[in-house]
């Protein structure tokens, strides 16, 4: 099963060169089934995400990834796509974890780490990765069971972006799905319960750099989630997107009103990635003495100027600071 991943680099070669995305898109990484062992690479734009149940917005293909039956975990950092999936080979009955970057741009993969879903040290089976540019690290929210207490909880794991390593830097005492930064140090998760009725309802919260938490006040009765093992949230324009299965909960971090989106049915473990080719990303240090400020967002993305009232990343030749306009 070595060298398996590589089939994605083939898919997307053979596709041709992925598309230039404007800010309004969506990436993700999509799977079809365990039998038929096949992954998407997709997109769908914001603009166009339907509210209808019936008339759910269609996903445009990219490229095929072969025996990639889930999709878990992915984020997008400097225009590559950091992601977990497992791929599966009914022909040899082989399971195995992958570690890996995709560029967007090029359609080039490379694989980080792999491993046997029975020793999987460099691996795990994690909901979902953020990247905090701040901070300027890569983390993933894995869930845990905890047979003592008949309950799923949380850990923050640091993933080395070099080696696919991990180390547990955080527990929570309870099961979150998903996770993203919010670009300034401090995070959103996302939880999924069942309520009295035995539907899942969203809930969101946000947490400090310590990972203190506190809830988001919405008015979560008329929203139902997706229940599905693999989960996705990410932010763009002050608002969060979480992702479970098919349906698509949208929160305006500013009035905190909340409202469904419908994806296409049968497609399961999305995780998306905001803005297209960019994505969030790290300002870049100039050590060159090149003394002309650069500006980005709290999302990592480039200003052509300060916007008055919003923070921002000021980069100087290899000087950064933030600033509050």
């Keep these: 099963m070595k060298g398996k991943s590589m089939i994605l680099a083939a898919a997307l070669a053979a596709a041709g060169t992925l ?13 079809t089934s365990m039998e038929e062992g096949n992954g998407r690479i997709v997109r769908v734009d914001v603009e166009t995400l339907s509210s209808d149940m019936q008339n759910p917005t269609q996903f445009e293909e990219i490229a095929t990834v072969e025996y990639a039956n ?24 082989v399971s195995m974890q992958h570690f890996g970057t995709l ?10 780490a792999e491993a046997n879903h029975v020793d999987s040290g460099d691996v795990t089976d994690m909901m979902d990765m953020t990247y905090d540019p701040v901070g300027g690290g890569l983390l993933g929210l894995d869930r845990q069971y905890v047979p003592s207490q008949d309950k799923f909880v949380s850990t923050i794991q640091n993933i080395s972006m070099a080696r696919g390593k991990l180390q547990e830097i955080f527990l929570f005492d309870r099961k979150y799905v998903a996770i993203c930064s919010d670009g300034e140090g401090g995070y959103y ?3 999924l319960d069942k309520d009295a009725d035995e539907v899942y309802r969203p809930e ?13 006040l919405t008015d979560a009765s008329s929203l139902a989630g997706e229940s599905s093992f693999a989960h996705s949230m990410t932010i763009d324009d002050n608002r969060l997107y979480l992702v479970t299965g098919s349906v698509v909960t949208r929160l305006d971090l500013t009035t905190h009103n909340a409202e469904n989106f419908y994806l296409e049915k049968g497609l399961y473990g999305v ?11 790290a300002p870049t240090l100039d050590d060159g ?5 650069v500006y980005y967002d709290m999302q990592g993305r480039r200003l052509s100027e300060p916007r008055h009232g919003e923070p921002c ?13």
């Design 70 to 93: 889930d999709f878990m975990a992915g984020t997008s950092v400097n225009g590559l796509y950091y992601c977990y999936y497992n791929t599966y080979d009914a022909s040899s009955g």
């Design 103 to 112: 560029d967007f741009k090029t359609g080039d993969f490379s694989t980080i």
């Design 189 to 191: 998760l996302a939880t």
């Design 271 to 281: 995780t998306f990635v905001p803005g297209g080719t960019v994505g969030v990303c």
């Design 289 to 293: 003495g090149n003394s002309e400020p």
């Design 313 to 325: 990343i000021r980069v100087t030749g290899s000087k950064a600071e933030k600033l509050m306009n």
């Design 19 to 31: 598309p230039a995305g404007a800010e309004t898109w969506l990436y993700g990484l999509t799977t």
């Design 204 to 216: 969101f919260y946000k947490a400090d750099g310590r990972f203190n938490v506190t809830r988001i």
